[in-house]
C-alpha cells in the first residue's frame, strides 16, 4: 500500500502521522494494516494524510485498486 511505503520512504511513524495530520491513531493503524476500507474513509481523513505525505488523494485510492 502507497501509505505504508510513504511511510517507510519518509522514515515516518504512524503514530507522527497520526498527530501531524489529527487522524486518529487507531484509523491510521486500520488504514495501513487494511482492516479499513479505503473507499469507505472520509475524504477529510484521506486529505489530511495524504497532505502530511505529500501525495494526493487519487493517488491514495488508485494503490488499492
Same mark, same amino acid.
Given at each position: 500500500?502507497?501509505? @505504508?511505503?510513504? &511511510?517507510?520512504?519518509? @522514515?515516518?511513524?504512524?503514530?507522527?502521522?497520526?498527530?501531524?495530520? !489529527?487522524?486518529?491513531?487507531?484509523?491510521? @493503524?486500520?488504514? $495501513?494494516?487494511?482492516?479499513?476500507?479505503? !473507499?469507505? $474513509?472520509?475524504? !477529510?481523513?484521506?486529505?489530511?494524510?495524504?497532505?502530511? &505525505?505529500?501525495?494526493?488523494?487519487?493517488?491514495? &485510492?488508485?494503490?488499492?485498486?
Amino acid at each position: 500500500m502507497l501509505i @505504508n511505503k510513504r &511511510l517507510k520512504e519518509q @522514515n515516518m511513524t504512524k503514530y507522527r502521522l497520526s498527530k501531524e495530520s !489529527g487522524v486518529a491513531q487507531t484509523t491510521i @493503524n486500520d488504514i $495501513c494494516s487494511g482492516k479499513a476500507e479505503l !473507499g469507505k $474513509c472520509s475524504a !477529510g481523513t484521506l486529505y489530511r494524510i495524504a497532505k502530511v &505525505l505529500n501525495i494526493s488523494v487519487e493517488d491514495i &485510492l488508485e494503490s488499492v485498486k
